[in-house]
């Protein structure tokens, strides 16, 4: 089992910035592949940004490159994701999620995008981008 918990979220104005932190407890933190996702109220739950097992590969949805930068701290248990230039489309619930694909780890593969390839879900932070 993996425990993450989100912090960070909160009110900002359009252009501002963000860093959202997730600190995993339970198994080996390097075991895992780790994801940003974000929903907002009537929508499906969409890709943000993943980060490889040995941080070697990112992976960005269209919405947010150049704007956010994932990254990892294997020491501190711990995954970031900076915003800036935030917009109010950027309003949603953010969760970090943890996968635990071996083959994907022995490789260091690129991260996946898709949901149900995640083990582990956080219970979210809320983010709000005011225009």
């Known amino acids: 089992q993996v425990q993450l918990v989100e912090s960070g979220g909160g009110w900002v104005q359009a252009g501002g910035s963000l860093r959202l932190s997730c600190a995993a407890s339970g198994r080996a933190f390097s075991n895992y592949a780790m994801g940003w996702f974000r929903q907002s109220p009537g929508k499906e739950r969409e890709f943000v940004a993943a980060i490889s097992w040995r941080g070697s590969n990112t992976k960005y949805a269209d919405s947010v490159k150049g704007r956010f930068t994932i990254s990892r701290v294997d020491a501190e248990n711990t995954v970031y994701l900076q915003m800036n230039s935030l917009k109010p489309e950027d309003t949603a619930v953010y969760y970090c999620?943890?996968?635990?694909?071996?083959?994907?780890?022995?490789?260091?593969?690129?991260?996946?995008?898709?949901?149900?390839?995640?083990?582990?879900w956080g219970q979210g932070t809320q983010v709000t981008v005011s225009s």
């Open positions: 999620a943890a996968d635990g694909n071996v083959a994907g780890r022995v490789l260091d593969r690129i991260p996946s995008g898709i949901p149900v390839e995640y083990d582990y």
